[in-house]
């Protein structure tokens, strides 16, 4: 495996959305010096807070998401190994053989003798199908794997240990609990939780939840010697509100308010909101054994009502926080015009200046953007910064809307020029120019409607090219397009599809 893309630290624990450690660490080395204070109010798992700690910054981390605060807690909390190997074998000793003896015969008759979660499953395209609706967490397991799992939980929460041990022996579970239900496929290459929803495959693995957990634990142990030794005793805060001299500082809390923090307070500011994916939905399974609740009512999301206005207000209170002349980066996936332009109308009331967009060094793509022809493939950074001058703000923006013959005509001008290239290659060739302009349209739409697709050698891992004249092949469409999230209240036009890709 390659040290580039392969960190323990990044393989312990899955998390959707997680961007790439080497991009993460350039961008703060890039904006910030040793000593200076990097915030992240959409942290996820950590990646921005780990790579500043790493590279001698203070890091403050927040997500609404109690999961993603745990994963960052037992990622970056110094713990020590020795003492974790001696509680997995006090564990081993507790359990191991029972749940081991259940597997010795076909499971008939097995049924847990200990707690395990019976949260309902959000219906939902991150969540179940509406004909499963009422569907639990424990309907994910076979009777036997439920069996071994709550045994193993038991043992986790009951065995003689120090409490860093514990979370990290339950991070080792929460790790390895998908691969306790009946979502892995039975084929040679489907060993892991492969959809972003929860789907039961018509013939799936029943794996030995012991051994599945034991191999998880010693990637957890690889995990800890390699963060102990990177981070060293870093000390880290999520009181509330966190110890200002902490060298990490952790909430759990929306991006929406950061007054824990004082005015002009911040270096550098990195920020990886969702764009396609619902990240509360995907963690109830681990949320429901860790007993975590999740506030539904103020995840933010593209395909919301509310999308504006929470981000509106998440984005001031970044400005809000950080010092002047400073910059703040936002990472971005999403290429339809109505997400856009309400991102641009957010972006343009913190009187931020505009620096640029380029594309996030990311040289790895994810399954779903593999596999999906019509996703952007890449995310994308938008560089702004606050004013030097106290109350100066950047130029307006200018009003008059992008309309659809002006795309083509931009677009037909670039293919003229360059030949035909990929939707990604477009979309960053004319974004910086319409970044700042409302777009009347999706680029996409003119695309499909005015140009010629060919699919390249290689599908799907490589993309189609877009080309002036006819296309040679149908351009992806709906097939490509799993149905968008059911929302509550009016449905938006735009919400009809919506392609999936890493964020
Ligand atoms: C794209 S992910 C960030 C992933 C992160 N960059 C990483 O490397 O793991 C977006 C995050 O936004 C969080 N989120 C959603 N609504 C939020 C809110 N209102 N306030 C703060 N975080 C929120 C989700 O829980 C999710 O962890």
């Known amino acids: 495996m390659s040290e580039k893309y392969f960190q323990h630290r990044y393989l312990a624990h899955k998390y959707w959305g997680r961007r790439p450690w080497y991009a993460m660490r350039a961008l703060i080395e890039a904006h910030t010096a040793p000593g200076e204070t990097v915030l992240d109010s959409f942290c996820g798992s950590g990646t921005t807070l780990v790579e500043a700690l790493a590279t001698g910054r203070r890091a403050i981390g927040v997500d609404l998401n109690p999961m993603a605060a745990f994963i960052c807690r037992v990622t970056i909390t ?26 010795a015969g076909d499971g008939e008759g097995i049924r847990p003798a200990h707690w395990y979660p019976t949260t309902e499953l959000p219906v939902s395209a991150f969540g179940i199908m509406a004909k499963d609706a009422g569907m639990t967490v424990a309907d994910l397991f076979t009777p036997r794997n439920l069996t071994a799992a709550a045994l193993l939980w038991h043992g986790i929460q009951t065995i003689p240990c120090d409490p860093v041990t514990r979370d990290l022996l339950r991070f080792s579970f929460t790790a390895a609990v998908a691969q306790f239900t009946k979502m892995i496929r039975t084929k040679k290459n489907g060993t892991g939780w492969w959809v972003n ?8 693995r029943e794996n030995n939840v012991w051994r599945s957990f034991e191999n998880k634990l010693w990637a957890v142990v690889r995990m800890k010697e390699e963060t102990n030794a990177l981070l060293g005793p870093v000390s880290l805060s999520m009181g509330d509100p966190p110890e200002p001299n902490a060298a990490c500082r952790l909430r759990i809390g929306s991006a929406t308010d950061l007054s824990f923090l ?29 007993g975590f609740e999740l506030p539904f009512d103020q995840e933010i999301f593209p395909w919301q009502q509310r999308f504006r206005r929470d981000m509106t207000q998440a984005l001031a209170e970044l400005a809000r926080v950080l010092r002047p002349g400073k910059v703040l980066t936002l990472n971005f996936a999403t290429r339809y015009a109505s997400v856009l332009n309400e991102w641009r109308e957010a972006i343009e009331a913190t009187g931020l200046e505009w620096l640029g967009v380029t594309p996030l060094q990311q040289d790895q793509l994810s399954f779903v953007q593999r596999q999906h022809d019509t996703t952007l493939k890449g995310n994308y950074l938008l560089t702004l910064r606050k004013h030097g001058s106290p109350g100066a703000r950047a130029t307006p923006a200018e009003a008059t809307p992008v309309t659809e013959h002006e795309i083509a005509s931009m677009i037909h001008a670039l293919l003229e020029e360059r030949g035909p290239m990929t939707y990604d290659q477009l979309f960053q ?10 777009l009347a349209c999706d680029l996409y739409t003119v695309l499909a409607t005015r140009f010629g697709y060919s699919i390249t050698e290689g599908r799907p891992y490589e993309e189609g090219v877009w080309h002036l004249g006819e296309g040679n092949a149908a351009p992806p469409e709906a097939s490509n397009h799993r149905v968008a999230p059911r929302m509550r209240g009016p449905r938006r036009e735009a919400q009809l599809t919506l392609p999936f890709n890493g964020g």
Do not use: G
Request: aromatic letters at 16%; one cysteine or more.
């Open 78 to 103: 110094p713990a020590d190994t020795d003492a974790l190997r001696q509680a997995f074998e006090h564990l081993r000793a507790a359990v191991a053989d029972e749940i081991n003896a259940l597997y």
């Open 197 to 204: 929803a929860y789907r039961i495959p018509r013939t799936y």
């Open 262 to 290: 004082p005015e002009e307070s911040v270096d550098y500011v990195f920020i990886d909101p969702p764009w396609a994916i619902k990240y509360f939905d995907l963690s109830v399974l681990w949320c429901s054994w860790m």
């Open 429 to 438: 060739a004319l974004y910086p120019a319409l970044a700042r302009r409302p």
